[in-house]
């Protein structure tokens, strides 16, 4: 246990279906991130989050949409996948974005889309 | 964002030392060297992380070049339990951004 914790660990969800990834700190860390890691690529950073305020969206299209209602909860609202968006989702915290505090992450969440 | 390079693959002996290359050019004065490592089906861990001066802790040592363009993460005594993939990250102190490369895959045989 790393301190942060997602649920759920596996969700399999269909193309028209809206479903929820939670992740959940009570390190104190006041940044919280959501990464992408699909098969064969590195980790890619998605959204992060600072005092609950989003600083950072690379490029993420609007099927996926974050939602930080305090320092210890992030989620991510998913609708309308598609199976190419099948992929382990990361959350991790730390500290505070800016500055030079290492990242926790949690175990991930295993999704696939069909 | 600033770049790091390291071997797509290392392999080991258990009980031996590993030394994990990186190397880092572009490396600007803001940018701290960070090491994470990734066991399967798991999130990434924090192994050590450091801005010029040679740093050890509980899980490894780092080693930073005086010039600061390329770093060695080193596993003292490695164990099946250290087969993972290692990731050299530059993090800029300013945005606090961590990105991720491909990392290097360790091997480490009994």
């Known amino acids: 246990e790393t301190g942060v914790t997602q649920t759920p660990r596996h969700l399999v969800m269909g193309m028209t279906n809206k479903k929820s990834l939670k992740c959940e700190q009570h390190?104190?860390?006041?940044?919280m991130y959501w990464y992408k890691q699909s098969a064969k690529k590195p980790l890619e950073l998605m959204f992060v989050?600072?005092?609950?305020?989003?600083?950072e969206n690379n490029s993420v299209p609007s099927r996926f949409s974050p939602e930080c209602p305090n320092s210890s909860h992030l989620f991510l609202h998913l609708h309308t996948l598609q199976p190419e968006d099948s992929a382990l989702y990361l959350c991790?915290?730390?500290?505070?974005?800016?500055?030079?505090?290492?990242?926790?992450f949690g175990s991930g969440t295993r999704l696939t889309v069909v | 964002d600033a770049k790091t390079t390291q071997p797509n693959s290392m392999e080991s002996n258990e009980e031996e030392p590993v030394h994990l290359p990186c190397n880092h050019s572009?490396?600007?004065?803001?940018?701290?060297i960070h090491w994470y490592r990734q066991l399967p089906s798991q999130g990434p861990e924090y192994v050590i992380h450091?801005?010029?001066s040679n740093v050890n802790n509980r899980m490894a040592s780092l080693a930073i070049a005086e010039d600061r363009k390329s770093s060695t993460l080193i596993l003292h005594r490695a164990t099946l339990r250290d087969a993972a993939v290692y990731y050299c990250?530059?993090?800029?102190?300013?945005?606090?951004?961590?990105?991720f490369g491909q990392g290097t895959t360790l091997q480490v045989k009994p």
């Open positions: 991790a915290s730390s500290q505070t974005q800016g500055q030079n505090y290492g990242y926790t």
């Open positions: 390190l104190g860390h006041n940044a």
């Open positions: 989050y600072n005092f609950k305020e989003q600083t």
């Open positions: 572009t490396i600007s004065g803001t940018d701290y």
């Open positions: 450091g801005l010029t």
């Open positions: 990250i530059l993090l800029d102190g300013n945005t606090g951004k961590l990105i």
